[in-house]
């Protein structure tokens, strides 16, 4: 049987120390992610992007350069190859004719988290794991939830009170082992890896999946990046923007493009990446407006677009490296203009996006306002997620008639 991964081995994403793939592994000694590492001179022999066009429409046609090591061990639901979808309404209306979006409403559980999961499962299955256990925002929650489900492991699952209902319902009728914490994602983060730690000294197995605090999620993520450029025909936009939280998306794509000019498949400048946040919780774009490599936490934060409300990201170096790498820029929108955004699409498009997704098409209008971006430049945006997990960011009045009422 041919290689399915060309997976080598873990690096730390700090200091470069590299450590055994084929263990269960969470942060390096100094605490920071770990990314994985491939072979790709030999992943360049044994694939081609012609023979990836020939593939089943999911995530896993990229499997040398994903790191589950056999087949069997996959856990799918048919999630990725999801459209890039042109926006000519609203390309129009910015003043961006090149304005496409990249639709993860349409993944299973309803927001990309589900490719992170895909992986994150599946590879932890293959390790053995027996549980899998993090704190969330809704989202992620929703999605480990429901592919551990589907592996036959336990999930247990914390998240803020305020996170969206859905993603609790998600959860327990999943079988997950779900906890509302009166607090934000950080909070909820300290009381899983306590219960973690108590549960595995008793022998439990449960690996503690929380953001960059495993290998795997950024894997599924970066999934993102190669169906993108595959989608234009092995081309890259100029410009991507993405709604940031823990910063996994963006730090994978990068990465996936980095990758995909080591296997030559693309070449020329990367695409400008673009970190994009709410103004009541913006630790990225302060840190990228004060050229620092780094993020302080702000106080009180808060917005309706709640999947990026971190504070504190574990890989905020390397979400900043991403976008000073490519010569990306950091923006902010406030709430206000985000779920004008959402509702001027879905007008204009038919298309219901998340309030997160909903940021990076009001931060593309604002950057082709302030010249930034070029009218003549294809810029994606990533919506992360459906609009229907955010039932609440859209009020639906309408007249109620008697049955014998009359319809104007
Ligand atoms: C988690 C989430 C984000 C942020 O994702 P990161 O990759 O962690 O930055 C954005 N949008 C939605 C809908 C999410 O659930």
């Known amino acids: 049987m041919p290689e399915f991964s060309t997976l080598s081995h873990l690096e730390c994403s700090r200091t470069g120390e590299v450590l055994d793939a084929d263990t269960v592994q969470g942060t390096s000694a100094s605490g920071a992610p770990l990314l994985a590492r491939y072979d790709l001179d030999r992943a360049r022999t044994l694939v081609t992007p012609a023979d990836i066009a020939a593939r089943p429409p999911d995530l896993w046609r990229y499997h040398e350069v994903l790191p589950v090591r056999d087949p069997a ?46 992986v994150g499962v599946s590879r932890a299955a ?51 082992e779900l906890y509302l914490v009166d607090g934000l994602i950080g909070d909820a983060g300290r009381l899983v890896a306590d219960a973690v730690a108590r549960r595995n000294s008793a022998g439990a197995g449960y690996q503690d999946t929380s953001t960059l605090r495993e290998p795997y999620r950024i894997e599924g993520k970066k999934t993102m990046g190669y ?60 840190a990228f407006e004060a050229g620092l490599r780094e993020s302080t936490a702000p106080a009180d934060p808060h917005t ?11 890989g905020d170096f390397l979400v900043l490296d991403a976008v000073y790498d490519t010569g990306g820029t950091a ?56 609009g229907l997990i955010y039932p609440d960011t859209v009020t639906a009045d309408a007249p109620v008639l008697a049955t014998d009422g009359r319809i104007p």
């Open 126 to 176: 293959e390790l053995g794991v027996r549980a899998v256990a993090m704190p969330t925002n809704g989202n992620a929650g929703a999605a480990w939830a429901c592919y551990a489900a589907r592996a036959g492991l336990g999930a247990l699952i914390a998240m803020p009170v305020d996170a969206p209902e859905i993603t609790r319902r998600e959860v327990v009728v999943s079988g997950g």
């Open 227 to 286: 169906e993108i450029v595959e989608q234009l025909g092995w081309r890259c936009p100029d410009v991507i923007l993405y709604p940031t939280g823990g910063g996994v998306g963006i730090i994978a794509i990068h990465k996936a493009l980095a990758e995909m000019r080591e296997l030559g498949w693309i070449s020329g400048p990367l695409p400008r990446l673009v970190a994009v946040q709410a103004t009541g919780c913006a630790p990225i774009v302060d």
């Open 304 to 314: 309706v677009a709640f999947g990026i409300t971190v504070p504190r990201a574990l």
């Open 331 to 386: 923006v902010a929108v406030s709430d206000d203009e985000l779920l004008a955004a959402e509702h001027a699409l879905a007008r204009d498009e038919g298309t219901w996006i998340c309030p997160e997704g909903a940021a990076c098409v009001a931060a593309a209008g604002r950057l082709r306002e302030s010249g930034w971006l070029d009218g003549s430049e294809t810029v994606v945006v990533l919506n992360t997620g459906s």
């Open 73 to 118: 061990h996959v856990v799918t639901m048919g999630e990725g190859m999801t459209p890039l979808l042109p926006l000519p309404r609203a390309g129009a209306r910015l003043g961006l004719p090149g304005l496409r979006m990249k639709d993860e409403g349409l993944v299973p559980t309803g927001a990309f988290k589900a490719r992170g999961a895909a």
